[in-house]
Nanobody
Framework: QVQLVESGGGLVQAGGSLRLSCAAS????????MGWFRQAPGKEREFVSA????????YYVDSVKGRFTISRDNAKNTVYLQMNSLKPEDTAVYYC??????????????WGQGTQVTVSS
């Protein structure tokens, strides 16, 4: 079992930055891939970014490439999402997720409770 707790969401103006954090507990953090997803009002949850267990390979949805950066500190059992040049369309609840393997294949097995990000125009 893995417990995930996100933090760092908030209200920011367009063009601003936020850094989300997700603290994990319950299993060896360095053994599984981590991801970030988001869900805007009235829309389905969508994939944003993921990192393999070592952090040496990452992946991003096209809409955030060049603006968002996922990173992880395996010593602190924490994954981050640095979000720069934020746009109003980035407004959503952001969820941290853990996969059951070292690679981001298939659907995550564990989810955090979500943190709200609101970008004003």
């Amino acid at each position: 079992q893995v417990q995930l707790v996100e933090s760092g969401g908030g209200l920011v103006q367009a063009g601003g930055s936020l850094r989300l954090s997700c603290a994990a507990s319950g299993r060896t953090f360095s053994s599984y891939a981590m991801g970030w997803f988001r869900q805007a009002p009235g829309k389905e949850r969508e994939f944003v970014s993921a990192s393999i267990s070592s952090g040496s390979s990452t992946y991003y949805v096209d809409s955030v490439k060049g603006r968002f950066t996922i990173s992880r500190d395996n010593a602190k059992n924490t994954v981050y999402l640095q979000m720069n040049s934020l746009k109003p369309e980035d407004t959503a609840v952001y969820y941290c997720a853990a996969y059951n393997t070292g690679y981001y294949i298939g659907r995550p097995s564990y989810w955090g409770q979500g943190t709200q990000v609101t970008v004003s125009s």
